[in-house]
């Protein structure tokens, strides 16, 4: 009989315990889920840059004319282990990274057009400027979102080295002002 109640009491407390519909607690994998959307929506990668970039093709990046003066202001030549060029911003090497993982479309292009017939820093020139009007919101918030987080942390060491350097003098003025003991 004791065994009874005590089957009958957990089964009870079992079923109050599930959830409902309504009361979805979010697990390890939505709020991944949703992490990975907001950086996806961050770095500009949306539904309709993946359609837009989609439609591009060999000729849309063999027949783009570029200005001189671009060619003029490019950078050395580097390449990260993430295979995306070095002499683009830290945002949009993240926002390459993740497009071309995002779209195999733009993975197969270049792959088709560098080296043979782009060099990859005219490819990715290529590329910004067809999705500016696409992704340069995102850029600009990311843009102000490093020079607040810099602003930040330069106001966070002014502040702590103030704090050391008050600690310090009324330390020494107190050091000098004790009396001498004979």
């Known amino acids: ?13 079992n079923t109050k315990n599930e959830e409902t519909p309504d009361q979805h607690q979010p697990t390890h994998f939505d709020i991944n889920q ?3 959307q907001e950086n996806e929506e961050l770095l500009g990668v949306t539904p309709q840059l ?16 570029l200005q001189d003066n671009d060619a003029a202001n490019s950078r050395t030549e580097t390449q990260t282990s993430s295979n995306v060029r070095k002499d683009l911003s ?13 779209v195999k479309e733009l993975s197969q292009l270049r792959f088709k057009l560098c080296p043979r017939h ?3 820093e005219k490819f990715w020139r290529i590329y910004f400027v067809l999705v500016k009007s696409h992704v340069a919101e995102c850029e600009l918030h990311a843009i102000r ?12 060491k002014t502040s702590d080295t103030s704090t050391y350097e008050v ?3 009324e330390r020494n003025q107190a050091a ?4 001498s003991t004979p």
């Open 1 to 13: 009989m004791n065994l009874s109640w005590w089957f009958h009491r957990s089964v009870s407390r």
């Open 34 to 36: 949703q992490n990975q």
């Open 50 to 65: 993946i359609d837009y970039v989609k439609s591009f093709t060999v000729e849309t990046f063999k027949n783009f004319n």
């Open 90 to 102: 830290d945002w949009q090497e993240r926002h390459a990274v993740l497009v071309l993982s995002k």
């Open 118 to 120: 782009l060099k990859e």
């Open 145 to 156: 979102l490093a020079k607040l987080k810099t602003l930040a942390m330069t106001c966070e």
């Open 167 to 169: 600690e310090m003098a």
């Open 176 to 179: 000098s002002s004790a009396p």
